[in-house]
């Protein structure tokens, strides 16, 4: 038995939540639209307008290998607490996080492995 089409969109919605109250709490972009899909263990989450207005000033003055440097030791830094927020959400080990950013579309793509199928998607409640 599988999760039903309104039931995953929830589980999806909520997930997009955590991820975007993350990114407002943490790097105070508040702007950010979340958008997730849930799909056997694979879970992709595509966040828009994901830059920070420090990363966007320092863009415009023309040091983006700063920016560069600094986004990819951020996405290094917050993989453990990303990957702690989704395990505790969905309930089910994450085996990897691979997270980059685009710096000229200002968004963050995730792809979180999981290391099995959530039981939100096999035993609905």
Known sequence: MTL?????FNLERQIARTIQDFYDRLLGVSQSQVSCH???QILTIVIE???SI?????????????VLRWRSQLET???SQ?????EAKLKV????????????????GLILILE??????TNPT
């Open 54 to 66: 420090p990363e966007k000033l320092t863009l415009t003055s023309r040091e983006s290998n700063a």
């Open 93 to 108: 080990p994450v085996l990897d996080v691979l997270i980059d950013t685009n710096l000229q579309t200002q968004r963050t």
């Open 82 to 86: 990303i990957r702690s927020a989704i």
């Open 77 to 79: 830094a917050i993989q």
């Open 38 to 40: 849930l799909s056997n």
């Open 4 to 8: 039903s089409n309104p039931d995953l």
């Open 49 to 51: 307008n994901s830059i």
């Open 116 to 121: 099995s199928i959530p039981t939100a998607l």
